[in-house]
C-alpha cells in the first residue's frame, strides 16, 4: 500500500470538488453531508467508550482475522485489536485537521486582513514573505520541520501549520482588496472610518465565509497529509495507534494477513471522504445564501 505525499498542491487540494448536485437534490446532500459529520465527530469524541479494547496491550491471539472471536477487523501481529486502534488513530487525525485548520485560518488570516487593510509597504512586505513559502516545496518543508524538530504527534502538527498558512493569507488578502473597492466602504473611507474600524466593520464579515469554506475543503486533503507524513515515520513513535503509522509498519503482512495494513489506510479514506463532504456542504449553503 503506497501513500505519497500530495505533490506541491498540500495546500490546493481544496480544487477538487465531489457531489455537487443542482436544486432539491443538492439540498438532500448537504443533510446527509452534515449528519454525516456530525455522526463522525460524535464518533471520535466518543472513542474511550466506543473502543471495545485497550489499542496499546495484546488482548487476543496474534493475526487473527477479522470477525472470529469477537474482533470485528481482526488482531495484528502482537494481539492488539484493530478496531479500537482504528478508532484511536481516527480520533487523532481528525482532531489534528481541524488544528492545522484553525492555526492556518488564524495566522494567515491575521497576515492577510493586515496586508489587505493596511496597504503600501506593510502590503508588500507581508505579501512577499508569504510568497516566499507558498514557493518552497510544501512536502518538503514540512518533512524537513519535522526532522529538525523530530518525530513527534505535536511537531508534526506544527510543521503541517507551517506550509498552510500562506494560502489562507493569500486568499483573505484577495477578499479584503476586492471588498475594499466595494462603494459602501469608499463610502465609510470619504465618511474618515478609520482603517481598522474599516476593516472591523466592512471588510472581514465579508472575507469571513469564503475563507471558512476554502479552511473546510482542506480538512479532507489534511487528513491525508497527515497520514502520509506518519506512513514516512514522521507521526507518533510505536505504538501509538495512528493511521498511516499502522499501515507502514505492518506492510511485511500484506500478501497473507492483509486486514492489518488496510484497515488503517480505509479508516484514512473514510475520515478524507467525510471532510470533502464537509466542505462541499458549506460551500453549497454558502452559495445558496450569495
Known amino acids: 500500500m503506497a501513500v505519497a505525499l500530495p505533490a506541491s498542491g498540500l495546500i490546493r487540494g481544496r480544487q477538487r470538488r465531489l457531489l ?43 493475526l487473527q482475522a477479522p470477525g472470529k472471536n469477537g474482533f470485528l477487523l481482526g488482531t495484528d501481529s502482537i494481539g492488539r485489536d484493530i478496531l479500537s486502534r482504528v478508532l484511536y488513530g481516527a480520533r ?11 492555526v ?21 512586505v507581508l505579501m512577499r514573505i508569504t510568497d516566499a513559502f507558498l514557493s518552497l516545496p510544501a512536502p518538503v518543508l514540512a518533512i524537513a520541520v519535522v526532522a529538525a524538530l523530530g518525530p513527534g504527534f505535536v511537531h508534526t502538527l506544527i510543521a503541517v501549520s507551517i506550509v498552510w498558512w500562506p494560502f489562507y493569507a493569500r486568499l483573505v488578502r484577495g477578499e479584503i482588496a ?23 466593520r466592512h471588510l472581514v464579515p465579508g472575507a469571513v465565509p469564503n475563507a471558512l469554506v476554502a479552511a473546510s475543503l482542506d480538512i479532507g486533503t489534511l487528513i491525508l497529509t497527515l497520514a502520509s507524513l506518519s506512513f ?23 500478501l497473507q494477513q492483509w486486514w ?29 445564501r450569495a
Open 178 to 200: 476586492r471588498l475594499a473597492a466595494r462603494p459602501h466602504v469608499e463610502a465609510a473611507k470619504l465618511a474618515g472610518v478609520g482603517p481598522w474600524r474599516l476593516a472591523r
Open 104 to 124: 492556518g485560518l488564524f495566522i494567515g488570516g491575521l497576515v492577510g486582513v493586515i496586508a489587505g487593510a493596511t496597504g503600501g509597504w506593510v502590503d508588500t
Open 20 to 62: 455537487t448536485l443542482p436544486g432539491s437534490n443538492s439540498t438532500l446532500l448537504n443533510g446527509i453531508g452534515f449528519a454525516t459529520i456530525l455522526v463522525v465527530t460524535a464518533v471520535v469524541i466518543a472513542v474511550p467508550v466506543l473502543a471495545p479494547h485497550d489499542p496499546l496491550l495484546p488482548v487476543g491471539v496474534p
Open 92 to 102: 487523532s487525525s481528525w482532531f489534528a485537521a481541524l488544528v492545522v485548520v484553525a
Open 232 to 254: 514516512l515515520g514522521l507521526g507518533q513513535a510505536a505504538p501509538a495507534p495512528e493511521l498511516g503509522a499502522d499501515s507502514a509498519r505492518n506492510l511485511s503482512y500484506f
Open 260 to 288: 492489518i495494513p488496510v484497515m488503517p489506510g480505509l479508516g484514512v479514506l473514510v475520515l478524507a471522504l467525510v471532510g470533502n463532504i464537509a466542505g462541499d456542504c458549506l460551500r453549497n449553503l454558502m452559495k445558496g
